[in-house]
């Protein structure tokens, strides 16, 4: 057997509750064949087990690995030519986007990703043209490269089959454009081929092929209720419940899908999704910045979770999710850092510290703002119970598996740190991706000293740089020009969206004399 030992200064092995935490100081895990074997201190195990290799030097702070609870693509947006905007605005910017080499582009996050201790990844993939035979084989080129790269996923493929870039029906938004837009855009619809019957299709072949795979799980994602048709949302329900997998559905992002709901059902998104029986454990809504009281007090009665996605709120100006809320009523919530993070990458580490600092209301009640233990299980074993892979993650316990990741001690603490400073408080404050020396996943090292261990980082990043040096295609030239005068046609249909005299979202400061 595949047995190795880890070894650290401290580990933190679990959250308690709001406010504590488990460490062990000198501590240790044993783990046999990718599932944790054993867990105490370094001294006790190592004699125990003097055989055994041991990974870390001592000098490191143990956690368990990181799970990524949102995540769309590699090459950010802004990288592709797509700046931050309001997120109606940016759907139309995003077309922009090149055709790229998919499992070139999944490695390139996924260096980020387990570079800052993400073990585990929720990928959600959508916006893919093509046949139903074209976005499998593309569908698997992604999965190929978390396999390759070694980190965990949960993948899901998108479904959407109405309102594809405003919130209005494809062929009545074509309709209303000037008649040099009209073709142009039916041609830019025309590219997804892709039937409802098909996206169920796809997610049974899929899971068909990674069945067994201890790595890699399928799951479903209604993409949105404006994308969703009301067949939609009854199959996917359906197959949640016959396939027992999970569903991860953005909701209510923005106000404007706020109003639309409301448009469409005449109550909120919550309430439209309780008519199919989809609110429970298995669905996590992704964002849900613009949740009422009414909709935060059903989603955890039901046992809903929400994935909090923190920088994508701020960089395209949805608002700032209900955060404390969420936490005092119980909800699970997850970590996403959706398409990238504050600083336009995949840093968990820095994630966690914008989750913990903005949403810290005035006041002296600690319990009214997120905590260190609270911002680490939302992390680890919140963002694990979203997936397939449940409460199998998330921990440092025996038959947990042996998702690990080792901090330097000293980028944390050199030249200084008060002894009294709590351990959990200096590692997320103060740790950087340059202090991760070591990351595991299933007991395998994926990432040592800099280095990938099973992928030429290098050689990949060259590969993807050469692809995208080729002159643009006729296709994506077409769609460059026509994202750009497509953008008033996007401002004027969401000019006079939401209803003033029903919402008021907006902070509009008086006029200056």
Request: contains cysteine.
């Amino acid at each position: 057997m595949a047995t190795s030992l880890i070894r650290s200064r401290r580990m933190i092995t679990r959250t308690l509750d709001h406010d504590r935490w488990e460490e062990i100081a000198d501590g240790a895990v044993l783990q046999k064949d990718g599932v944790i074997e054993a867990v105490g201190t370094y001294a006790d195990l190592h004699a125990r087990y003097p055989d055994a290799p041991v990974i870390g030097s001592g000098r490191e702070i143990l956690l368990p690995g990181f799970v990524n609870g949102h995540h769309h693509v590699g090459l950010t947006p802004v990288q592709l030519g797509s700046p931050d905007m309001p997120l109606e605005l940016w759907f139309v910017t995003r077309m922009v986007a090149r055709n790229l080499n998919l499992y070139l582009d999944t490695l390139y996050s996924a260096f980020e990703m387990v570079g800052s201790g993400i073990t585990t990844v929720q990928h959600i993939h959508g916006w893919m043209p093509g046949s139903l035979e074209e976005v499998e084989a593309r569908s698997n080129e992604v999965l190929r490269a978390y396999r390759d790269i070694g980190m965990r996923v949960s993948y899901c493929f998108a479904v959407r089959d109405q309102n594809r870039l405003v919130y209005q029906a494809d062929m009545d938004f074509v309709a209303s454009l000037p008649a040099p837009l009209q073709d142009p855009m039916k041609r830019w619809f025309e590219r997804f081929q892709m039937s409802l019957e098909d996206n169920f299709s796809l997610f049974r072949s899929l899971h068909a092929g990674q069945a067994g795979a201890s790595r890699s799980k399928i799951q479903l994602a209604p993409a949105n209720l404006h994308w969703c048709s009301d067949a939609a949302l009854e199959g996917l329900a359906g197959l949640s419940e016959s396939y027992d997998v999970p569903m991860h559905m953005h909701l209510v992002e923005t106000a404007y899908q706020k109003a639309y709901a409301e448009k469409r059902g005449g109550g909120t998104a919550v309430e439209y999704l309780d008519r199919f029986g989809m609110l429970g454990p298995r669905l996590t809504l992704g964002h849900g910045v613009w949740l009422n009281e009414s909709d935060i007090e059903r989603v955890a009665a039901t046992g809903t979770c929400i994935c909090h996605n923190c920088s994508s709120n701020f960089r395209l100006r949805s608002g700032v999710a209900a955060l404390n809320r969420f936490e005092a009523k119980g909800i699970n919530t997850a970590i996403g850092l959706d398409e990238a993070g504050i600083n336009d990458d995949r840093d968990m580490l820095q994630e966690m510290r914008l989750v913990l600092r903005a949403h810290r209301v005035p006041g002296m009640d600690e319990a009214d703002v997120p905590s260190m233990a609270q911002v680490l299980r939302m992390a680890t074993v919140g963002g694990a119970r979203t997936t397939p892979y449940g409460d199998s993650l998330g921990t440092i316990e025996v038959g947990k598996g042996a998702d690990l990741v080792l901090i330097d001690w000293d980028q944390i603490a050199y030249p200084y740190l008060d002894p009294e400073t709590p351990l959990l408080d200096a590692v997320i404050q103060r740790a950087k991706t340059g202090g991760v020396t070591t990351v595991l996943c299933e007991g395998e090292v994926l990432y040592a000293d800099g280095r990938f261990t099973r992928v030429d980082k290098d050689a990949a990043l060259k590969a993807l740089h050469d692809d995208l040096s080729r002159a643009l295609s006729d296709d994506e030239v077409e769609r460059r020009q026509l994202s750009k005068a497509l953008l008033p046609h996007a401002r004027r249909f969401y000019a006079d969206y939401i209803d003033p005299s029903r919402h008021e979202p907006f902070y509009r400061p008086s006029s200056r004399v």
